[in-house]
Nanobody, 126 residues
Framework: QVQLVESGGGLVQAGDSLRLSCASS????????MGWFRQAPGKEREFVAT????????YYADSVKGRFTISRDNAKNTVFLQMNSLKPEDTAVYYC???????????????????WGKGTLVTVSS
């Protein structure tokens, strides 16, 4: 069993930055591809970013490419999402996800996700 706990969300202005963290319990963190998804009010959950177990491979949604950076620290069982140049349309609940599929598979959607965090709210005001 893997438990994921997100933190770092909040209210910011457009153009600001935030860093989300996702701490994982358990000793098998390094076996998992990790990712971030988000769900805006009235919309479906969508893929944001993913990183392979080694950290060598990453994928991003087109909407965040060049602004967001995903990283992981396997020694601390933590994955991060650095979000720069935030826009009002980035407002959403951000969820951490873990899967033993590949990063490429995770980038195509939430099918195969084994564990979800409860989410952290990011609100970007204009």
């Amino acid at each position: 069993q893997v438990q994921l706990v997100e933190s770092g969300g909040g209210l910011v202005q457009a153009g600001d930055s935030l860093r989300l963290s996702c701490a994982s319990s358990g000793r098998t963190f390094t076996y998992y591809t990790m990712g971030w998804f988000r769900q805006a009010p009235g919309k479906e959950r969508e893929f944001v970013a993913t990183i392979s177990w080694s950290g060598s491979t990453t994928y991003y949604a087109d909407s965040v490419k060049g602004r967001f950076t995903i990283s992981r620290d396997n020694a601390k069982n933590t994955v991060f999402l650095q979000m720069n140049s935030l826009k009002p349309e980035d407002t959403a609940v951000y969820y951490c996800a873990a899967s033993r599929t590949t990063a490429q598979t995770m980038s195509k959607g939430s099918g195969g996700i084994e564990y979800w965090g409860k989410g952290t709210l990011v609100t970007v005001s204009s």
